[in-house]
């Protein structure tokens, strides 16, 4: 899965820090806070807790996570974690140096405006009965930034950086609401990535996943989706792309490119051989769709896996 990165902060002058570790600066709203933290020098165990839900992204240098109840991770550039209350983090920072610190953002966002939010998507865009309702996993804390995500923090990062004046809450409110209903989206495709076997029996959309994922190589008819989830066709569009963030059809488009990307591993598989195996029609179809989904053409990719 390709990362989308968070935009960087300029890196603060060492005179104008108060500390190498975690040295943190705040930019306060109604609903939420925006943390920057920066740490110059290589450190082990620095413990964080935070009062409030926390959602943060990694934007250079590396981390080493360790969690109660789960196996320590690398934390890298392209990532977000997300954390209940009260929740102790002890952190690694096995890269941090002068000049080359590691930077973090931690945006703590209130109790009221993610209730709010979720009571705004039930009562008004209610998934499918069998689809579970709108909410945040905890069991998903990890994620790597889809485009979507990384859009909607980048913008709270710009307002923070631009705007002046009362304005300025409203329209980090707005944004957060909407980087709140990506997260889930991308929460849900954790979800049916990992578990849509397990679901497929009593969940419509992991059963349309199942479909999907089984039929990659040959056609896939857009209107048997809507009646495996026993839904009209319009209703199961709308369902499903609110629920995942994207349409069927390029749920369908990005599962064959991640496809070709395990196929083109091989420095011998040839590119018109990989088109055809992964369901495309066409192949300056496939081409261009590769490109705009990895960044590089299909070729490119494969002679970069050598």
């Not at 996993?137 to 710009?158: G, Q, V």
Request: charged content about 25%; aromatic content about 10%; hydrophobic content about 40%.
């Amino acid at each position: 899965m390709n990362k989308y990165l968070i935009d960087r902060f300029p890196i603060r002058e060492e005179r104008s820090l108060f500390t190498l570790v975690e040295n943190r600066t705040s930019y306060s709203f109604e609903m939420c806070e925006l943390n920057l933290f920066e740490t110059h020098q290589s450190v082990e165990n620095v413990n964080l807790m935070f009062d409030h839900f926390v959602l943060t992204s990694m934007l250079s240098g590396k981390k080493i996570m360790k969690l109660a109840d789960h196996e320590s991770f690398d934390y890298l550039p392209g990532e977000s974690v997300i954390l209940p209350p009260g929740e102790l983090m002890n952190i690694d920072f096995p890269e941090a140096k002068r000049g080359n610190p590691t930077q973090c953002i931690a945006l703590t966002i209130s109790d009221e405006v993610i209730q709010k939010t979720f009571d705004l998507l039930n009562e008004y865009h209610p998934k499918n009965p069998t689809w579970g309702q709108w909410n945040i996993d905890p069991a998903y804390f990890h994620l790597t930034n889809n485009k979507e995500l990384a859009d909607t923090i980048n913008r709270i990062i710009r307002i923070t950086k631009s705007e002046q004046g009362k304005a300025k809450d409203i329209m980090v409110e707005l944004t957060l609401k909407e980087m709140l209903v990506r997260l889930m989206q991308t929460q849900a495709r954790l979800v049916f990535e990992s578990s849509y076997h397990l679901l497929s029996n009593h969940n419509s959309l992991a059963a349309t996943i199942k479909h999907i994922k089984e039929n990659l190589t040959s056609k896939i008819d857009l209107s048997k989706l809507s009646d495996k989830a026993c839904m009209s066709r319009a209703s199961f569009f709308k369902k499903f792309r609110e629920a995942m963030g994207e349409t069927p059809a390029q749920y369908i488009l990005k599962e064959r490119i991640k496809l070709a990307q395990a196929q083109l591993k091989s420095p011998s598989v040839n590119i018109t051989e990989v088109c055809f195996s992964c369901g495309f029609e066409n192949l300056s179809h496939f081409i261009k769709a590769f490109k705009n989904e990895v960044g590089m053409t299909p070729k490119a990719y494969q002679v970069a896996q050598v």
